[in-house]
T-cell receptor, first 115, second 114 residues
Framework: NAGVTQTPKFRVLKTGQSMTLLCAQD?????MYWYRQDPGMGLRLIHY???????AKGEVPDGYNVSRLKKQNFLLGLESAAPSQTSVYFC??????????????FGPGTRLTVT | GNSVTQMEGPVTLSEEAFLTINCTYT??????LFWYVQYPGEGLQLLLK?????DKGSNKGFEATYRKETTSFHLEKGSVQVSDSAVYFC?????????????FGTGTRLTIIP
């Protein structure tokens, strides 16, 4: 049982390049989330998904796209990377919040640097 | 809006010292409150939680009490160990039942010296 895994662990991009971050979970969770973590800002929600084939915007969605084609995978895309997207990205998953206790399970993170 | 304010870090303590990390919140309604911990090189893990006023969450020697009157959820441990070195995040859940999201504080880095 691997929990939540993220690929890659580190990446350096040049401004304007594109990339996709992959998140996978093996806990059969319906909900999945993408956060970014910046110094002094805590974690901020980028996008989330409440089930296969669905996505929704979070607090800071601009510049990112997501897809949830399979229940176990949640992809985060940067079409044209900008230095402001330099951050650590965390994926998380959970059962629906109606199911108690409500807890999100996090992956180990992806450190992205855009030069 | 909903927000969480955490004690600024970093915090450095000697082994066996008493730990307090302050957390206060602003929220509408009655949020659940959480402490998450992030060990070096790992993702966040739930440390403890409390779902209503006066509840005490506890785990691994850590405790936090949901204080509605002071809108606080301070994390405490009586005797810290080197293995407690990590970043600690306070968080609250908000939103309609079944549609909650988490709002996190900025995190407090804790270093324990042998």
């Amino acid at each position: 049982n691997a929990g939540v895994t993220q690929t890659p662990k580190f990446r350096v991009l040049k401004t304007g390049q594109s990339m996709t971050l992959l998140c996978a979970q093996d806990m059969n969770h319906e909900y999945m989330y993408w956060y970014r973590q910046d110094p002094g800002m805590g974690l901020r929600l980028i996008h989330y998904s409440v089930g296969e084939g669905t996505t929704a915007k979070g607090e800071v969605p601009d510049g990112y796209n997501v897809s949830r084609l399979k229940k176990q995978n949640f992809l985060l895309g940067l079409e044209s990377a900008a230095p402001s997207q330099t951050s650590v990205y965390f994926c998380a998953s959970s059962y629906p919040p109606t199911r108690r206790p409500y807890e999100q399970y996090f992956g180990p993170g992806t450190r992205l640097t855009v030069t | 809006g909903n927000s969480v304010t955490q004690m600024e870090g970093p915090v450095t303590l000697s082994e066996e010292a008493f730990l307090t990390i302050n957390c206060t919140y602003t929220a509408t309604g009655y949020p659940s409150l959480f402490w998450y911990v992030q060990y070096p090189g790992e993702g966040l893990q739930l440390l403890l939680k409390a779902t209503k006023a006066d509840d005490k969450g506890s785990n691994k020697g850590f405790e936090a009490t949901y204080r509605k009157e002071t809108t606080s959820f301070h994390l405490e441990k009586g005797s810290v160990q080197v293995s407690d070195s990590a970043v600690y995040f306070c968080a609250l859940s908000h939103g309609d039942f079944g549609n909650e999201k988490l709002t996190f504080g900025t995190g407090t880095r804790l270093t324990i010296i042998p």
